[in-house]
């Protein structure tokens, strides 16, 4: 093999030295302050045009609130992480994506266990709740401050997967809204939660997905 030039190495080492030390966690942290930059704004929504669930304090003691939630930020993390590593332009993390079915499979089993325990007369007011319509659109809307401030982040990285990376942060901008959501939300069962809050979650996923290229360009 070729000995590199005296010149060449002088220069990468020139090159080097002018480098800044990026601290370890840097992207992380950047993406974690677009996020919260963005949820900031979707909890305003929330609070001052939604209004919050008058029941709240009351549904906080119940099993149901803590479902939704815990389902959301569970969906919210993985995806975040999933983020975090297509961000990097030589990572090839999409198969992050599929450790994000365990919540949605641990919810299903709840689910059925609730259909299972009820009249199959009650299943279809169990599956469409009072909010179905508007549930799927509520979280893609309350997903788009989120996943705006997830595009300022991105404006210092160099992601290469461009599709998998919007699809990536549409996904945890979707799963954070739908956390925020259940402050709002009155729908108590889990197939309900399964269908139209994952549904909502899966629009601002392919939304990310449609507007990765053109906005996560470099």
């Known amino acids: 093999m070729k000995a590199m030039p005296r010149d060449t190495q002088q220069l990468i080492q020139s090159l080097s030295r002018s480098v800044p030390r990026v601290p370890r966690h840097a992207l992380q942290l950047r993406l974690a302050l677009g996020m919260l930059a963005g949820a900031l704004v979707t909890l305003a929504l929330v609070t001052r045009v939604l209004g919050v669930n008058p029941h709240l304090a009351t549904a906080m003691h119940g099993f149901s609130f803590w479902m939704k939630l815990i389902y959301s930020l569970s969906i919210g993390v993985g995806a975040f992480i999933a983020t975090a590593r297509l961000a990097r332009p030589t990572d090839r993390s999409w198969r992050w994506m599929a450790a994000l079915g365990v919540p949605f499979l641990l919810l299903a ?70 956390a925020v959501y259940c402050l709002h939300c009155p729908e108590t069962t889990a197939v309900f939660v399964l269908t139209w809050y994952t549904l909502g979650m899966a629009l601002a996923s392919l939304v990310g997905a449609l507007l990765g290229p053109r906005l996560l360009r470099w």
């Open 109 to 178: 089993g709840i689910g059925i266990g609730e259909l299972a325990r009820a009249p199959v007369s009650e299943w279809l007011a169990m599956w469409l709740g009072r909010s179905w319509k508007m549930c799927p659109w509520l979280v893609l809307t309350l997903a788009l401050p989120i996943f705006a401030g997830l595009l300022w982040s991105f404006r210092r990285l160099a992601p290469t997967q461009l599709r998998a990376a919007g699809a990536a942060a549409g996904l945890t901008a979707g799963a954070w809204a739908a």
